[in-house]
């Protein structure tokens, strides 16, 4: 299993600066079992709906934080490990 590490852009910390009290815990316990269990156990756990992104966000992936609010990643591979950019901290339009 590769270690793999969570970074914020400056962004995305913004975002979740904004964001309710329960979407920055969310994050950070989602940024946890990325950094516990590794990038491809996080995407089993089915509550987040890992998913990949398509059109103007091609090569992003999202992570539901809540039924609204969403996590905009890149990922990126430097041997061992896998760097986790998490790019906004955002609600889904519907």
Do not use: N
Not at 66 to 76: D, E, G, P, V
């Amino acid at each position: 299993m590769k270690h793999c590490v969570v970074v914020l852009t400056k962004r995305a910390q913004r975002d979740a600066d904004r964001a309710p009290l329960q979407i920055k815990e969310a994050l950070f316990e989602w940024a946890r079992a990325l950094e516990e269990a590794g990038l491809a156990e996080a995407r089993k756990i089915r509550g987040y709906h890992d998913e990949l992104l398509h059109g103007d966000r091609r090569g992003q992936r999202s992570v539901r934080l809540s039924r609204q609010w969403r996590a905009i990643y890149t990922q990126s591979e430097r041997g061992e490990l896998i760097v986790v950019s998490v790019e906004e901290v955002t609600p889904h339009a519907y």
